[in-house]
């Protein structure tokens, strides 16, 4: 009977969400207006409430009591206590590669993601919807001298991790690890593909080449995770300038720097889309656009958005990007460089940007890229890396 439970729950808190604010605030909520749910509790229907939004709008045409098995059947890698009460047959399957138990459920995986034509082009539209039934990674950058002491308290408290790359860790999704790493000072938590968008920096701005201080200037900051990478791949030679449009924002930005060990910077609020922003250096060697955007690329993260998303507001954040790389490219020094940034997998955010870039303002385009996460349990992202005529300043 707490199978039926869960499965009764599970539909009662879906059949009540409007998509308006994110599930698991939502979900957050709910569980504290019924104290009944036990820990156990809250844990499975949560997980049956995810797993159902990581159909999609494939399998409309059936109940949603259906849709939360055949969804758990998809997403869990081996049998479970729901799957052995509602579909036994299915339960002994559960470890089967995702695209065999697809067929078994016979489910059209391209119904997942109805927006494959607004793909950007690099993009595996069936990889890319086969990946959702697969829960991202958690992943940790390691800030320059503390890969040593990192990974021994690692080793030490026997958390299960591999390691990425030089400075890259993996975790699974629920591990704990405030109590056991400082935080912004130690390691900064960061996914796979948000650690490589600034690489191109490396090859540009080779520490040893730096002879003055390169002014730099995010300008969409948010909580500073670019800020944050670009200062350790430039070693701290930079003269940092950071802006978001609200204060709140900027807040949590400062309380960061200060355990990361930034503390002299810029900062001001501006609305990019209406305004001329006035930040206090008038030209700047790099400015960094990490843009709002429909965040098509970390939906892994936050499944509901498959079925409350409104394709219309492609062109609308498209807009947005437009206006906000018109009005901070007129910053950038002559010679200097610009990154355009979005966690979106829309050509219209990511190609077609670039397009707009290079034709109004005729920036030339050093590097354009679709970092791929569906194939790594990770994010996916868009980089692309322009120049203003003339040599690179500042190395």
């Not at 409430?49 to 758990?72: D, V």
Request: glycine share 4%; net charge positive.
């Amino acid at each position: 009977m707490r199978q039926q439970s869960y499965l009764n729950s599970a539909k009662k808190i879906l059949e009540s969400y409007a998509g308006d604010i994110p599930f698991a605030a939502f979900l957050k909520k709910q569980f504290a207006a019924n104290k009944k749910f036990g820990s156990t509790d809250r844990k499975q229907i949560a997980a049956l409430c995810y797993h159902y939004f990581r159909l999609g709008n494939a399998a409309y045409q059936i109940s949603i009591e259906e849709r939360l098995i055949t969804a758990t059947f998809l997403c869990e890698q081996s049998p479970n206590e729901f799957l052995a009460f509602h579909k036994p047959e299915w339960n002994v399957r559960t470890h089967k590669p995702v695209e065999e138990k697809i067929a078994i459920a016979q489910i059209d995986i391209r119904k997942l993601f109805p927006w494959a034509d607004a793909l950007s082009d690099e993009v595996d539209p069936v990889a890319f919807c086969s990946s959702f039934f697969t829960q991202p990674l958690f992943f940790l950058r390691i800030r320059p001298g503390q890969k040593k002491s990192v990974l021994r308290k690692l080793d030490d408290a026997g958390l299960p991790y591999s390691l990425v790359g030089d400075d890259c860790i993996a975790l699974p999704i629920s591990t704990k690890i405030d109590s056991l790493l400082v935080l912004d000072k130690e390691v900064v938590v960061q996914d796979y593909n948000s650690q490589k968008v600034l690489d191109i920096l490396k090859q540009h701005y080779p520490v040893s080449a730096i002879h003055r201080p390169v002014s730099v200037w995010d300008c969409c900051a948010a909580s500073g995770g670019k800020s944050l990478l670009a200062y350790d791949i430039l070693d701290g030679k930079i003269e940092l300038t950071v802006s978001d449009i609200r204060e709140s924002i900027l807040m949590n930005l400062r309380k960061r720097f200060t355990a990361a060990g930034i503390n002299k910077y810029h900062s001001l609020i501006a609305d990019l889309q209406t305004s001329n922003p006035k930040p206090q250096t008038s030209n700047f060697d790099l400015i960094i656009c990490d843009a709002p955007c429909t965040g098509s690329g970390t939906w892994g993260r936050t499944p509901e958005q498959l079925c409350f998303f409104s394709g219309n507001r492609i062109a609308e954040y498209a807009a947005r990007q437009q206006q906000i790389v018109s009005n901070v490219i007129p910053k950038l020094k002559k010679g200097g460089m610009f990154i355009y940034i979005t966690c979106s997998v829309f050509k219209a955010e990511n190609e077609a940007i670039v397009d707009f870039i290079k034709e109004k303002f005729h920036l030339r385009l050093l590097q354009m890229e679709l970092l791929k996460g569906y194939d790594k349990k990770a994010d996916s992202m868009f980089t692309a890396a322009f120049v203003q005529s003339g040599s690179l300043s500042g190395s």
